[in-house]
Nanobody
Framework: QVQLVESGGGLVQAGGSLRLSCAAS????????MGWYRQAPGKQRELVAD???????NYADSVKGRFTISRDNAKNTVYLQMNSLDPEDTAVYYC????????????WGQGTQVTVSS
């Protein structure tokens, strides 16, 4: 019932910036938390950042101070501003949204590739 479409990935030099966007389809369900995971080949999937409906944020230690998560509730969109990018940030980034109906359910975006060159 909920579709998430990601955009904004690409290739960037170390020290550069990218801004990822993830838009959720219109729904009668309430969207609670939204956030971003990432996964690099051969590595564990990592929660990068999340944000509650009230705007409370959490970040992985590896990105804290460099990345900023935000959301526009009117547009059902979550953003990830990534600054001071490092090659270690290279991964596929997946957004997610938690919606409530009978219970709480997770929905996922298709993933967008972020590549940081040295």
């Amino acid at each position: 019932q909920v579709q998430l479409v990601e955009s904004g990935g690409g290739l960037v030099q170390a020290g550069g910036s990218l801004r990822l966007s993830c838009a959720a389809s219109a729904s009668t369900f309430s969207i609670n938390g939204m956030g971003w995971y990432r996964q690099a080949p051969g590595k564990q999937r990592e929660l990068v950042a999340d944000i509650s409906s009230g705007g409370r944020t959490n970040y992985a230690d590896s990105v804290k101070g460099r990345f900023t998560i935000s959301r526009d509730n009117a547009k059902n969109t979550v953003y990830l501003q990534m600054n001071s990018l490092d090659p270690e940030d290279t991964a596929v980034y997946y957004c997610y949204a938690v919606v409530s109906s009978t219970g709480f359910y997770h929905y996922w975006g298709q993933g967008t590739q972020v590549t940081v060159s040295s």
